[in-house]
């Protein structure tokens, strides 16, 4: 989807500088200017063209999927400079750069008939519909134009939870969760009911599709029983050693409801750690989006993370964003959403 402060802010910016020439040069043949003048007038010229252009650039690397660390800055200052231009820019262009059209922008999107009906009575594929689809959604949060979009929600499919991220509030607990039908399972574990119903359909197609048995682990916990799990590990271990085990209480993202661990069930299910050398595990990791969920921690993404690699650990986020991630090429929530990474706490 096009940015739509980038073509605002190119034209605007390339407007002002063709403006002054042309005042100036009028005026000129009466009074022609001083050296001094027409330097000044360059150098702000020169500089209108380079912010144009970090901005240009900023905004069209802000949603590619393969420079994560530059990406979350890249896609921070696009935002940033869309709203306001640096301060030596100002300065040097003087008075000439219009005010920012990111406010009217951002408005636009979140204002449109279809998002105000869709956030007032919808569902969340309803609002991601009315943004365009998945694509456009994460494109209109990431440029800044989806205020009326918080990443922080957990009661939505596009809450995004990490250790920079904690739920908020942070005993949240989901209205609803269900235990998924049909499947084998060794821990009594529940879901958000579109994300129960999306895992029972990824365990028929597993089936079907000739990957074997799926079985549900651990899905749903509550703050409290966080709470217990973790403060076991920090009694056992110690804190630092707790931290690589388990979640502090508050930033789990099966406190949402919409995370779930599997195992491979073929003879009795296995342990969810050697879910990823299963034929499951291959299939899952493929085939995930297909019905909304991402592998969530991927293999040399625990600098963005924050965790080491869980091919069993299923986000579901929906299947119009999840086709939307896997199109993209995304590894992470945090690219995918060009948030910063969230390493530790
Ligand atoms: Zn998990």
Same mark, same amino acid.
């Given at each position: ?80 400079? /869309?709203? !306001? *231009?640096? =301060?030596?820019?100002? @300065? #040097? &262009?003087?008075?000439?750069?219009? $005010?920012?059209?990111?406010? %009217? ?90 994300? /129960?119903? !999306? *895992?029972? =359909?990824?365990?028929? @197609? #597993? &089936?079907?599709?000739?990957?074997? $048995?799926?079985?549900?682990? %651990? ?127």
């Amino acid at each position: 989807m096009p940015q739509p402060e980038q073509p605002m802010t190119r034209r605007d910016a390339r407007r002002d500088p063709a403006t002054r020439d042309t005042t100036h040069a009028a005026g000129g043949r009466r009074r022609p200017p001083g050296g001094a003048r027409w330097g000044i007038l360059a150098v702000a010229a020169l500089l209108v063209v380079g912010v144009t252009a970090t901005v240009a650039t900023a905004l069209a690397s802000g949603g590619q999927p393969d420079a994560v660390g530059d990406m979350s800055e890249s896609a921070v200052s696009a935002s940033a400079d /869309a709203v !306001a *231009l640096p =301060a030596g820019a100002s @300065a #040097a &262009a003087a008075d000439s750069i219009p $005010a920012p059209a990111q406010t %009217s922008v951002a408005r636009a999107s979140c204002d449109a008939p279809a998002v105000v009906t869709a956030l007032a009575s919808g569902g969340d594929a309803d609002v991601i519909a009315a943004f365009g689809g998945g694509e456009a959604f994460r494109a209109a949060v990431v440029s800044g134009a989806a205020p009326c979009v918080s990443l922080s929600d957990a009661r939505h499919l596009w809450v995004v939870v990490d250790k920079k991220r904690p739920l908020d509030p942070v005993d949240f607990e989901p209205a609803t969760v269900v235990a998924p039908a049909d499947m084998q399972r060794t821990v009594d574990g529940r879901l958000v009911p579109d994300a /129960a119903n !999306a *895992l029972t =359909a990824l365990v028929a @197609a #597993a &089936a079907k599709e000739g990957a074997g $048995a799926i079985g549900l682990n %651990s899905a749903y916990r509550s703050f409290a029983s966080q709470t217990r799990t973790y403060n076991g590990y920090v009694d056992s271990m110690g804190r630092d050693q707790a931290d690589q085990q388990s979640a502090r209480p508050g930033y789990s993202e099966h406190q949402t409801g919409l995370a779930t661990d599997v195992a491979a069930c073929d003879n009795g299910c296995g342990a969810i750690e050697s879910f990823g050398g299963t034929a499951q595990g291959a299939w899952t990791a493929a085939n995930a989006w297909r019905f909304g969920f991402i592998v969530r921690y991927e293999p040399g993404q625990t600098a963005i993370t924050g965790y080491e690699a869980e091919a069993w650990h299923l986000r579901y986020i929906g299947p119009d964003l999840a086709k939307a991630y896997h199109d993209g090429g995304y590894h992470t929530l945090e690219e995918f959403f060009g948030l910063p990474a969230a390493p530790g706490y």
